[in-house]
Nanobody, 118 residues
Framework: QVQLVESGGGLVQAGGSLRLSCAAS????????MGWFRQAPGKEREFVAAANWRGRSTFYADSVKGRFTISRDNAKNTVDLQMNSLKPEDTALYYC???????????WGQGTQVTVSS
């Protein structure tokens, strides 16, 4: 079992930046793939970014490539999402997730709201 708690969401103007953080506890964090997903009102949850257990392999949705960066610190049991050049369409509830492999996420946090104003 993995417990995930997100933080760092908020309101920002278009073009601005936010850094989300996810603190993990429970089973060995370093053995887990970690990811970020988001869900906008009226839409399905979508993949944003992921990192394998070492953090050496990272993956991004096309919509955020070049703007978002995922990073993890296995010593601190945290995974961050640096979001730059934010757009109104990035507005969503952002979820941290964990699983055995990238693409097999089974543990979820409660989410943190990101709102980008135009």
């Amino acid at each position: 079992q993995v417990q995930l708690v997100e933080s760092g969401g908020g309101l920002v103007q278009a073009g601005g930046s936010l850094r989300l953080s996810c603190a993990a506890s429970g089973r060995t964090f370093s053995a887990s793939a970690m990811g970020w997903f988001r869900q906008a009102p009226g839409k399905e949850r979508e993949f944003v970014a992921a990192a394998n257990w070492r953090g050496r392999s990272t993956f991004y949705a096309d919509s955020v490539k070049g703007r978002f960066t995922i990073s993890r610190d296995n010593a601190k049991n945290t995974v961050d999402l640096q979001m730059n050049s934010l757009k109104p369409e990035d507005t969503a509830l952002y979820y941290c997730s964990a699983g055995d492999t990238v693409g097999d996420f089974v543990f979820w946090g409660q989410g943190t709201q990101v709102t980008v104003s135009s």
